[in-house]
C-alpha cells in the first residue's frame, strides 16, 4: 500500500469518527435524562479522541501501525436497535452505541477480507480491532447496567 492510499483510509476511518461524535453529540443534546445525556457525552468525547489518535497515524508510516488484539464477546450483536427518541432509557442509548461500533468494525472486517494488498489487509484489521475495543468497552458498560445482580 502506498502512502496515499493509507491517506485515505485513514481519512474515510477519520469521517466515520466524526460521524460518531456527531451523533452522540445530537442525542446529548436532546436527552433529557441527566444519566444518558451524561453517558452519550462521554461517548462524544471518546469519538472526539478517536479522531485526534487517527489525525496523529496520518503523521506515521502504515507499518507502523499496531493496535493490541481485543475479544468480542457479541453481546449486543442480537439485541434488537431500539428507535432513537428524546426520552429513551440508558440502556437504549448503549444499544445503539454498540450497533453503531458493530457496523463500523463489520465494515473495516468486510475491508480486510477483499484488500487485494497486504498492508491495506493489515491496515482494516488494524481499524477494525479498534472499533471492536470500542464496542467491548460498552458492552461491558451495558452487561453492568442490564445485570446489576450480576458481578
Known sequence: MN???FKKIISDAINCE??????YRSVSEKVKDKGLKELFGELAGE???HRTTLEGLLRIAPEKFHFSP??????GDALPTPPLTADMK?????????KKELEAMQMYTQLA????????????SELASMERG???RLEDIYTDMAFPEVW
Not at 70 to 75: A, G, I, L, T
Not at 113 to 124: I, P
Open 70 to 75: 481485543s475479544q468480542d464477546y457479541k453481546v
Open 134 to 136: 470500542h464496542k467491548s
Open 3 to 5: 502512502h496515499d492510499q
Open 90 to 98: 440508558p440502556l437504549e442509548g448503549l444499544v445503539i452505541a454498540i
Open 47 to 49: 469519538e472526539e479522541k
Open 18 to 23: 466524526i460521524e460518531a461524535f456527531n451523533f
Open 113 to 124: 477480507k477483499t484488500a487485494a494488498d497486504e498492508s491495506q489487509k493489515t491496515l482494516f
